[in-house]
């Protein structure tokens, strides 16, 4: 499986490359994007808000999220590869501009001035620390699951576990036609862990100190 793996992530870092350069080619603007982000803020911009499809789980912290990770997200969306009809129907209705734009806001709006106080090192239990190198995750979300090896990948430290756990199980199940996500690189990852495993899994994920957050949106307009 290991091996199988390695070719997977062979391909999809091949691929990606060249998705990250077409991206590069559209520049976002963040404050376009602030402009744009109305049909947004009504869940992402509310601290813990839960969404109730295809279960009951907070909506993921986006603000410091990397810009090129929510394009590639917003156009899997827009193709069908992430099939959750909400976001599918948003999705459809934004331009490549529109998608850099509000990128590009996202990831500005997580960034402060002051120095985050450090946290000690979360080390995982054994059984995680196992999960973890049985997926070889870090080699493509980087160190402490925060510094990506490639724009389109996400940060996930910090992130929400039970988001994290439907995202997962979502690629485990990549042919249902209401929440399913068809990736080759998660779906060989998910596939290889019972679901306790994998909400063991996001259970530690969260706990990491990461950049993510919720920015408040202080009027809806």
Same mark, same amino acid.
């Given at each position: 499986?290991?091996?199988?793996?390695t070719?997977?992530?062979?391909? %999809?870092?091949?691929?990606?490359?060249?998705?990250s $350069?077409?991206?590069?080619?559209?520049?976002?603007? *963040?404050?376009a994007? =602030?402009d744009?982000?109305a049909m947004?803020i009504?869940?992402?911009?509310?601290y813990? &808000?839960?969404?109730?499809? @295809?279960?009951?789980?907070?909506? @993921?912290?986006?603000?410091?999220?990397? /810009?090129?990770?929510?394009?590639a997200?917003?156009? $899997?969306?827009?193709?069908?590869?992430?099939?959750?009809?909400?976001?599918?129907?948003? =999705?459809?209705?934004?331009?490549?501009?529109?998608? *850099?734009?509000l990128a590009?806001?996202y990831e500005a709006? +997580?960034? !402060?001035?002051? /120095?985050?106080?450090?946290?000690? $090192?979360?080390e995982p239990?054994?059984?995680? %620390?196992?999960?973890?190198k049985?997926?070889?995750c870090?080699?493509?979300? +980087?160190?402490g #699951? *925060?510094?990506?090896?490639?724009?389109s &990948?996400?940060k996930?430290?910090?992130?929400?576990?039970?988001?994290? #756990?439907?995202?997962?199980?979502?690629y485990?199940?990549? !042919?249902?036609?209401?929440?399913?996500?068809a990736?080759?690189i998660?779906g060989?990852?998910?596939?290889?862990f019972?679901?306790?495993?994998?909400? /063991?899994?996001?259970? &530690?994920?969260?706990?990491?100190?990461?950049?993510?957050k919720?920015? @408040?949106e202080r009027?809806?307009?």
């Open positions: 499986m290991n091996k199988l793996l070719t997977v992530f062979a391909f %999809a870092v091949a691929s990606v490359t060249a998705v $350069a077409q991206a590069e080619a559209i520049k976002g603007d *963040a404050k994007g =602030a744009k982000n947004c009504g869940c992402h911009g509310i813990r &808000y839960q969404a109730s499809f @295809p279960e009951v789980y907070k909506v @993921p912290k986006i603000s410091g999220q990397g /810009a090129g990770y929510i394009v997200a917003l156009t $899997a969306y827009k193709k069908g590869e992430r099939k959750h009809p909400t976001m599918r129907s948003i =999705a459809d209705s934004l331009s490549e501009q529109d998608m *850099a734009d590009a806001f709006s +997580g960034k !402060t001035d002051a /120095a985050p106080a450090p946290k000690p $090192a979360h239990s054994t059984a995680v %620390a196992e999960l973890l049985k997926g070889a870090l080699s493509c979300h +980087g160190e #699951f *925060a510094k990506p090896i490639d724009p &990948y996400p996930v430290a910090g992130q929400y576990a039970d988001y994290l #756990f439907v995202s997962l199980k979502a485990k199940d990549d !042919t249902h036609q209401t929440w399913g996500r990736n080759g998660m060989g990852v998910a596939k290889q019972s679901n306790a495993e994998l909400k /063991a899994l996001s259970k &530690y994920i969260e706990s990491l100190d990461g950049e993510l919720t920015v @408040p009027k809806f307009r």
